[in-house]
């Protein structure tokens, strides 16, 4: 009799659970099995899904190297404007109060006039905003060119959000997130080698030029492919249709719910602020605490930079995988998304502390790598909470999401050069970004994504 039960754990999970607890109560409600659609290769090559998904990678891909950039090409600017290390992460947190503000009035108007046009404009936007940095020669030109891209970004991700829940089943959206965010962090990746040559060649303000161009470019593809209803892309087929919920595809949009949606998304907004506390730091200061803590020349600093991020590309694909294999596993949405949550900022804690300790380039890169890693396991996840909870407004609560991430972008770039002004030590800010990820990884354990906003009970079970 034992061994049967086994046998059925290990073959179902769910299903024995069910019947465990259905023997000790005849009351109790069956936990539905999440729907099992194709593989993810099936599902997403020669789809037209698919290559929706490969154009958001592209935009995810260029709005990082447009923000990112700028890390790589900070000693250069500092040095042409003269600037101090607080005046350079002023203008550093510039992008990030706009980019912060923006993300809910972002994903309202994404849910409202449809991603198709809202990332044409905004795309626009920060396509001229990018090049105009290129073209500052004071603090203050820099400083409003920064302002600008974050406006133009700020609607972006959100909106993107708001696509993804549109296109996507919901087996497929922590894989959906974890491959766009990947192409973010690719972006991140060769950035700094990718800038170290062209300012090598030609300069820091050429290096804003030729992205703004590249961005542009992305806007056109865009606006020529994409549609809001999948059902209305004339490559469409009905078996790819017939794979999405009956509810995305008639694209209903009821008012939103603000008090508890807030009430869901607010504990993920805090989650998303901790998180977003070190990753800033990696996409704003990382290039300079090599060169100034390590005394490297511009091509080696650019390298080891590269390589740390790197490793975020591994780190979201790994984490959008994860939480939907354990999903459809085990058919607990909870245990999905905490996981990677606790697990990632507990290991980013654990591998950024002996980069505050052991002053040795290769343990820093290892260590700052592998902190990473487990940080961007995080990010996927962090995203397909808006779309579990609220997925008939997803742009709209990812942007409530968002805004910890943005909050963070104003503060975590100043703060980490005033207390590197002030105290003369990298490992001062680095101890104030490792307790927030302890923080944030305790906070993980409440978050709920199957408690569902907007959604009919009937419907709600199956989303």
């Known amino acids: 009799m034992h061994e049967r039960a086994t046998i059925r754990w290990r073959n179902n999970p769910t299903k024995a659970v069910n019947s465990v607890l259905e023997q000790q109560s005849p009351t109790f409600r069956k936990v539905p099995p ?28 260029i709005t990082y190297v447009d923000r990112v950039n700028i890390s790589t090409a900070a000693p250069f600017i500092q040095s042409d404007l003269h600037l101090s290390n607080t005046e350079l992460g002023l203008a550093l947190s510039a992008f990030a109060v706009p980019y912060a503000f923006f993300q809910i009035v972002g994903g309202l108007v994404g849910d409202k006039f449809g991603p198709r046009k809202v990332l044409a404009v905004v795309g ?38 708001g696509a993804m829940a549109r296109w996507m089943p919901p087996e497929r959206r922590g894989v959906a997130q974890g491959i766009t965010h990947s192409a973010s962090r690719l972006g991140n990746a060769v950035t700094p080698l990718a800038t170290a040559a062209i300012i090598a060649a030609v300069g820091w303000r050429a290096s804003f030029w030729l992205v703004g161009a590249m961005s542009l470019i992305w806007v056109a593809v865009w606006s020529w492919y994409f549609r809001d209803n999948p059902a209305d892309h004339p490559k469409m087929t009905a ?89 459809q596993r085990w058919g607990n949405l909870k245990t999905a998304r905490r996981f990677n949550l606790v697990v990632g900022l507990i290991g ?55 805004t910890g991430f943005g909050v963070a972008g104003i503060l975590s770039p100043f703060a980490f050069g005033f207390l590197l002004d002030r105290t003369g030590s990298w490992e001062v800010p680095f101890i104030v970004s490792a307790c927030l990820l302890f923080v944030g990884a305790a906070t993980a354990l409440f978050v709920d994504p199957t408690a569902k906003v907007g959604v009919p009970k009937a419907t709600s079970a199956t989303s």
């Open 348 to 402: 980013s804690f654990a591998f950024t502390m002996p980069t505050l300790f052991i002053h040795n380039l290769a343990v820093a890169a290892v260590c700052l790598a592998a902190a990473f890693f487990f940080l961007e396991l995080t990010n996927p996840v962090l995203w397909a909470i808006p779309m579990d909870i609220a997925p008939r407004h997803a742009g709209t609560a990812g942007g409530i999401m968002n």
């Open 124 to 161: 626009l936007l920060w396509a001229v905003m990018t090049a105009a940095t290129g073209f500052a020669t004071s603090l203050v030109a820099l400083f409003a060119a920064r302002l600008g891209l974050g406006f133009g970004e700020g609607a972006s991700f959100p909106t993107a959000t």
């Open 34 to 61: 999440p729907h099992r659609g194709p593989s993810v290769l099936k599902s997403l090559a020669g789809r037209v899904r698919g290559k929706v998904l490969f154009l958001l990678c592209g935009m995810y891909f």
């Open 239 to 327: 078996a790819e249709l017939a794979e999405l919920p009956k509810e995305q595809i008639e694209h209903i949009r009821p008012p939103v719910p603000w008090k508890p949606l807030l009430r869901r998304i607010l504990p993920v907004t805090f989650i998303d602020f901790c998180y977003g506390w070190s990753l800033w730091v990696y996409l704003t200061w990382i290039p300079s605490f090599f060169k100034g803590n390590y005394g490297l020349d511009l091509q080696k600093f650019a390298l080891f930079s590269s390589l740390v991020l790197f490793a975020g590309v591994i780190g979201d694909t790994v984490g959008g995988l994860l939480s939907d294999w354990i999903y």
